[in-house]
């Protein structure tokens, strides 16, 4: 069991928050005092992230607990199932209840466009997605339009914000492309969503809280 932290699964539900962009001027984050972790139970059959990448994610939520200030709701991307799938989770750990959506991966990651992720990479220039616990931080409007930066808290991902590896939304992320292509377009290592969606996470994820993304099945 992991201490400090567990989950309980109820019935999906969508943010319905309306998002507003904030100045774009950065925010150095200090490490706060950590939050008493919420004592709810654990997750069970019903809930559809793979036991073990969830284990993984309330391991990192613990672990980054100074810097995570925000541990009421988090977000995994399982990146063992192929973009046409639903793999961004969106977990509220408090009430149990959660939603998914698409989320493309990075070119480097699939040079092939098979629509599944290959490898990961934190190079410079890889276009490719990293693992890892990633903090939420700051908007700003840039050439994907309204977008979140991200800080990599572990060994594998702490080159995310200098690569530029933030959240945004994409045309070739939108749910049409599946029935189009059969799967999604690729990022250059970002965590690109429909563009009707963006909002939507931003509601739910807001400044401050963990994004961790990983695969279980071998590289």
Known sequence: MISGVTLAVGALAQSTKTFTTPAPERVSI????APAAPRIARPNSRFDV????????????????????????????????PSS???????DVVSGKATRMLVAHGSGSDPGHTGYLKTFSNAF??????????????YYVGKHGRSQRLLGLDHTNNNALARAVVVHSAWYANDDMISAHGKLGRSQGCFAVGEDKLDDVFAFLGKGRMIYADRMGAA
């Open 30 to 33: 200090k490490p706060p005092k």
């Open 50 to 81: 793979e036991p073990k990448l969830l284990e993984r994610a309330l391991a990192a939520l613990n672990r980054h607990s100074s810097a995570i200030r925000e541990r009421d709701q988090i977000a995994i991307v399982d990146f063992d199932a």
């Open 85 to 91: 799938e639903p793999r961004l989770h969106f977990l």
């Open 125 to 138: 220039g890889s276009n490719a997605s990293s693992e890892g616990a990633f903090l939420t931080d700051d």
